[in-house]
């Protein structure tokens, strides 16, 4: 099932405003539930702030399973190839993005493109992606943790 895309603001307690385990812990509190099925081992990676402990405490007390996720993994991460098409999309469907000049216009624009593009990427890329993970996690296993072709 394809979620809607949210795009995260900073943490207001930051003077940089950077995306903090409480911003995760917010996200994965609104949303999270609705996608997340008993059966399901859900999928982030070893970023700080999918790690904090706040956010560990909230999937325990959901009740949710994580995927145990080795460190510098992304041959494990399909998210890591759906970025790639999504960028592709978005700059397909606005290719003055690519020169933009970085202001808060750019950045509305970006949020709009990256909405449409995430909502016309084929509902098939999706689910092969989905699909292919137990054989992406053979494959790691396999190497023994060292390059695949994935």
Not at 63 to 75: A, K, L, N, Q, T
Not at 116 to 137: G, P
Request: no cysteine; charged share 25%; aromatic share 8%.
């Amino acid at each position: 099932m394809r979620s809607g895309l949210v795009p995260l603001d900073g943490d207001e307690e930051l003077a940089r405003g950077g995306v903090t385990g409480r911003v995760i812990r917010a996200l994965y509190s609104a949303f999270l539930a609705e996608f997340v099925r008993p059966d399901d081992i859900f999928m982030h990676d070893n970023a700080p702030v999918h790690t904090a402990r706040i956010v560990r405490q909230l999937l325990d007390e959901m009740g949710i399973e994580v995927m145990p996720w080795p460190p510098y993994s992304p041959d494990l991460n399909p998210i890591e190839n759906l970025w790639a098409l999504l960028k592709a999309e978005i700059y397909r469907l606005y290719p003055e993005l690519e020169t933009a000049p970085d202001t808060v216009e750019t950045l509305d624009l970006l949020i709009q493109a990256a909405t449409e593009a995430w909502q016309s990427l084929d509902e098939d890329i999706l689910d092969k992606m989905a699909v292919n993970m137990a054989t992406r996690v053979e494959a790691v296993l396999a190497a023994k943790g060292w390059y695949t072709k994935y």
